[in-house]
């Protein structure tokens, strides 16, 4: 499971949280501890771009361990290319 909130700054820039889950087995999900939980901001950038051309984005943060079985600490970085 994995949700987001975000907030735009202005044209460019936002600001967000992101919430990652994995439950290997639902109908075995064992204790809360046992899955894998993390949690923490992210910075969200559109690159200036012409009309016709690829559009860029990047997000990047750090998200914290919430249980026993995440890492205290893992890095997210994005880089979106629409064309």
Request: aromatic share 16%.
């Amino acid at each position: 499971m994995n949700w987001q909130l975000k907030r735009e700054l202005n044209k460019r820039w936002s600001l967000g949280l992101e919430g990652f889950s994995e439950i290997e087995d639902l109908a075995h999900a064992g204790s809360f501890d046992e899955q894998q939980h993390r949690l923490g901001p992210v910075a969200y950038y559109e690159f200036p771009h012409a009309e016709g051309r690829p559009e860029w984005k990047a997000a990047g943060g750090v998200l914290f361990g919430l249980s026993d079985a995440t890492s205290d600490f893992t890095y997210k970085f994005d880089l979106e290319v629409e064309f």
